[in-house]
């Protein structure tokens, strides 16, 4: 999908857009395609920020070229080496060999094993701070390490007061997709950079000082009017607070008794004011439940004891939170079993290597289906859980 967009008179976006990968990193899932964003200053230099994936490599290279009107390309800045931002620098090359390729020692060692035939010859190495002066425009290159990869680094362009912000700030999703910010940024964030909190801070620490009117990130649309919220989020985030006080049940269920103990709860719940969201991990979503288990404040975990373990999808849901610094939460428990339930001493131990997660005692305790018994617990866990 061809798109080329004046962010200014200087500044074009030059990305592309592709619903052809229905898996971003072979991991995420991606219903509305994604967006591979590349941008063009246009200055007494012209500087190209990042590349892009195969998929979109020849819109991409079209948009340049229109853009360009005939001028040639100066710099290639290669803030990130993921290959969905340097695969298309191969057709690129071929097209503008004379140009510049900007990066830090990290970078060029990086892309050398990626391309092991490319000799990367014409090339500039920064380090952190340094300043590229294009005319107008000025690009301070500000190193990200973690935020996605360790060479990453963010560039302010300072006459614009634009931030190309690399992978920060993205989401998945087309750029022809009218679609909320919050909820695919979120997912894109705890999918990707979930663990690297502490280095998302350090970022913020470094963009403290600096006047920011629009963030250029490399996946998802141009931040600017929403500039105030989406700072918001990312500082709520990288610090593993919640966004919403309520309640996420993420649950496995193989025949529908412990399911039906999730929905009374959540009636429960909800009878008492409470914000509540399901996720059933065999059908639903796998990383929305991730994302979700980071937004609300309270999460129960409900599952089958399986292979005197516990369910597969809750076992790779607890590994994925414990991935990502899953913290700061308050917890409960339901377990099903039918002659040797394991699963909620399980899912105890795996938590209690876990930052403040305050577990609400006593479990839920199902035998195959729910009995008269049960309903203590159940009062207990709601109760608790409002109170
Ligand atoms: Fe969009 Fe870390 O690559």
Redesign the pocket.
């Known amino acids: 999908m061809k798109t080329n967009t004046y962010i200014s008179d200087s500044i074009i976006y030059v990305g592309a857009s592709s619903y052809e990968d229905k898996l971003f990193e072979a991991h995420f899932e991606i219903p509305n395609g994604m967006a591979y964003n590349s941008y063009l200053i246009l200055d007494d230099k012209v500087a190209l920020v990042d590349a892009v994936d195969k998929l979109v490599v020849a819109d991409w290279l079209e948009n340049i070229k229109d853009a360009l009107k005939g001028r040639n390309i100066d710099y290639l800045i290669v803030q990130?080496v993921?290959p969905?931002?340097t695969v298309g620098i191969l057709e690129f090359l071929k097209i503008y060999p004379d140009v510049t390729i900007v990066g830090s020692e990290m970078t060029f060692r990086m892309l050398s094993n990626y391309f092991r035939d490319v000799s990367f010859s014409n090339k500039l190495i920064i380090k952190e701070n340094d300043v590229l002066s294009l005319g107008k425009h000025h690009l301070k290159f500000i190193f990200a390490p973690m935020v996605?990869?360790p060479e990453v680094f963010v560039s302010y362009e300072s006459y614009e007061k634009i931030l190309f912000s690399a992978?920060a700030f993205?989401k998945f999703g087309a750029l022809d997709k009218d679609e909320d910010w919050t909820d695919e940024a979120r997912r894109y964030y705890f999918g990707?950079v979930g663990k690297y909190g502490m280095q998302v801070q350090a970022l913020f620490n470094k963009l403290a000082s600096l006047d920011i009117k629009k963030i250029c990130s490399?996946?998802g649309p141009i931040i600017e009017e929403n500039l105030a919220e989406v700072l918001d989020k990312y500082k709520i985030w990288a610090t593993y607070n919640s966004e919403v006080d309520g309640v996420f049940i993420p649950y496995t269920s193989v025949y529908g008794n412990t399911e039906k103990v999730v929905f009374e709860i959540k009636s429960r719940l909800e009878e008492k004011g409470v914000q509540v969201e399901i996720s059933n991990l065999s059908r639903d979503d796998f990383f929305s439940a991730v994302s979700n288990c980071f937004k609300y404040s309270k999460i129960i975990f409900a599952t089958t004891t399986y292979n005197m373990s516990i369910f597969p999808y809750m076992n790779e849901l607890l590994t994925a939170l414990s991935e990502r610094n899953f913290q700061n939460k308050k917890v409960g428990i339901i377990e099903n079993g039918s002659w040797a339930p394991t699963a909620g001493k399980i899912i105890k131990d795996k938590l209690s290597l876990l930052k403040n997660i305050e577990i609400v005692e006593p479990i839920v305790h199902i035998v195959s289906s729910r009995s008269e018994k049960n309903e203590l617990e159940i009062a207990g866990l709601v109760e608790k859980l409002t109170n």
């Open positions: 990130h993921e969905d931002h996605h990869w992978d993205g990707i490399l996946h």
